[in-house]
């Protein structure tokens, strides 16, 4: 084979490998494009989504404030009735005195008669008597106990008694069981 066959077979092999490296590049690179596009798409439409959503929140916050400020209004109108009917229809008493007038002074009895000052509350229970020993201490609510003592030599048998018996078959080592 001469040279310059070499080089046009090693030219024409090059050419293929780099057209296949070309072709594979391409192929990842619309892959990754096309995701990207979908992303994007699946992206607006989740903004818009979004948006909706915002829209249908502000609507009803809107129609909700509308209702409440209807439902005053005819609370308003019903009290107004109320109290119209009550002049109206009821007999006056104490110097034609309406009862409405009444009520408002009688309300206003009752705030009155309240105190103005209130104790607050306490933040420590109270003690029986003034030598007790507060919630707070850490011995509240506990009994002493006395120890009687015993002679030390009784001690020292009753150990060596309870060490001497061998332990009963219901009372088993739970080592050895």
């Not at 308003?76 to 409405?100: C, K, Y």
């Not at 003690?127 to 506990?142: C, I, Q, S």
């Not at 020292?156 to 309870?162: P, V």
């Amino acid at each position: 084979m001469e040279p310059n066959q070499l080089l046009l077979i090693c030219s024409i092999l090059s050419l293929f490998v780099g057209a296949a490296i070309g072709a594979l590049i391409t192929l990842r690179m619309s892959d990754a494009q096309d995701k990207n596009k979908e992303l994007e798409k699946h992206l607006h439409q989740k903004q818009d989504e979004l948006k909706q959503y915002q829209h249908e929140v502000t609507e009803h916050f809107v129609e909700t404030s509308t209702m409440l400020n209807q439902l005053a209004e005819t609370y308003r109108d019903l009290h107004n009735h109320l109290a119209t009917g009550a002049n109206g229809l009821t007999t006056p008493v104490n110097n034609n005195e309406p009862i409405i007038k009444r009520l408002n002074d009688k309300v206003s009895i009752e705030e009155s008669s309240e105190p103005d000052t209130v104790q607050p509350p306490l933040d420590y229970a109270p003690r029986a008597t003034p030598f007790d020993k507060g919630a707070l201490n850490e011995d509240y609510g506990l009994e002493k106990v006395k120890l009687t003592e015993e002679p030390i030599e009784n001690i020292a048998d009753a150990i060596a008694a309870n060490a001497a018996t061998p332990p009963s078959d219901t009372q088993k080592d739970p080592q050895n069981a």
